[in-house]
């Protein structure tokens, strides 16, 4: 979303982020959020709208270390019951899909990824190939016999 904005190499764009993250005291922490996830059937599974402040809420305690995590090969996710799910009606199987990890998605989410970190170029910083590819050893390793892995709800 951010490329037709950058005025300069991407590479370039991406290299002084990485310095910048590792000049200050304490950078930011970033999480990632899909709200779009939908079911077999095209079902949107997280409600949307006001209920993402419920996420968002997780994610300012997990900042501020109030609330645990599980660490998984993506990332740290909420542990079991750490979102306020108070009177909103998402079926415990839904929950239990939407924090699972599934391997052969993420697997092609990182192929993705390399294709567009090629069109970069020469200048493209190799701590990005190195993450990608760390993150693809993580998945490998963590995934169980039918290639997901469970996130604890």
């Known amino acids: 979303a951010m ?3 950058i005025g300069y190499n991407m590479g370039d764009y991406f290299r002084f982020w990485l310095d910048m993250g590792n000049k200050i005291p304490n950078p930011p922490k970033i999480f990632h959020v899909n709200w779009f996830r939908q079911d077999e059937n095209g079902k949107f599974m997280w409600p949307g709208f006001g209920e993402n402040l419920r996420v ?6 997990r900042c501020r270390g109030e609330v645990p995590a599980v660490q998984t090969p993506i990332g740290f996710l909420p542990n079991d019951n750490e979102l306020d799910m108070t009177g909103l ?3 415990p199987e839904t929950l239990e899909k939407l924090f699972n990890i599934n391997q052969s998605d993420w697997i092609a989410e990182c192929d993705d990824i390399e294709a567009f970190l ?3 170029g020469d200048k493209l910083p190799q701590d990005m190939i190195d993450e990608l590819e760390q993150l693809r050893k993580r998945l490998r390793r963590s995934c169980g016999p039918q290639g997901r892995i469970h996130s604890g709800w």
Request: net charge positive; glycine share 0%.
């Open 3 to 5: 490329r037709p904005f």
């Open 56 to 61: 968002l809420e997780w994610i300012l305690q």
């Open 89 to 91: 009606n998402v079926l």
């Open 118 to 120: 090629k069109t970069v």
